[in-house]
């Protein structure tokens, strides 16, 4: 800008081609550096040096190495100017990537079964309702970021007992969705629910939800479909159904497209061959009425 001054170009044309306000450059230009950018880079300093003494002190270490060469600052301040040079501990933990190890199961899975062949299956099959439940997460993106569904299904019908929808996949999400399930079932006693060994199916809230029910647990292995077949089906159906048709530009457009078809299309109209060509609200009606009639 300088430059062009020089050239005979008024500043204020330049500011205003370049949108730029006059004050804020002419402030510039009486004190380019800061005093707290000075007091920055002498804190940088000082933390870097202390890095290169000891590449395995952390920032808290670094912070007191800097305190004592005359550069006070709080720890929070020497995280901050560290994380942003990458002055990193070399004992500092490894980044987790998407194939780590998957925790410890918590329950046994009670859905595997040994055939006469000796090798090991999964049966997701219900001879009444609330005798299994199927469980897992699904993540869909959108313009604003990621939406999470947490959906149940009964492996007896094949109906959706409760599901929850979130932008963040906490506990909370599998908690919700169970409580809805109960409250729409009611008589859950004894009912084995399913899952991966995920996170969230380990998690303390959700075995202490299980345990106030008096639900029992069933873990298979983490990211291998064949453990929890039945739900991964009714994922796969949604996302061809729902998901693929369209590009979604809010959570709140991509939450009611969900809502509408597991609660209009899938309970309502979708029939099932498993069911005899009928729909999982259909079914469960005329099996729970002919159960009352033959008592």
Known sequence: MTELATAGIPVTVTCRVLKLSRQPY???????????????????????????????????????EARDAGEAMSDRTAWRIAS???????????KRGKHRRPGPPVHDDLCAVVDEHGRTRHVFAADAPNELWLTDITEHKTAE????????KDAYSGRIVGYSIDSRMKSRLAVQALENAVAMRRDVAGCVVHSDRGSQFRSRKFRRALTRHRMVGSMGRVGSSGDNAAMESFFALLQKNVLD?????????LRIAIVTWIERTYHRRRRQARLGRLIPIEFETIMNTAVALAT
Do not use: C, M
């Open 145 to 152: 970021g990621k939406l999470y569904l947490y959906a149940i």
């Open 26 to 64: 002419y402030r510039w230009l009486a004190d380019p550096v800061t005093t707290s950018e000075v007091v920055e880079a002498y804190r940088a300093n000082a933390l870097f040096d202390a890095h290169r003494d000891d590449p395995e002190f952390g920032h808290r270490l670094l912070a007191d």
């Open 84 to 94: 942003s040079n990458g002055w990193f501990s070399a004992f500092g933990k490894p």
């Open 245 to 253: 048709r369209r590009s979604w530009t809010t959570r709140d457009q």
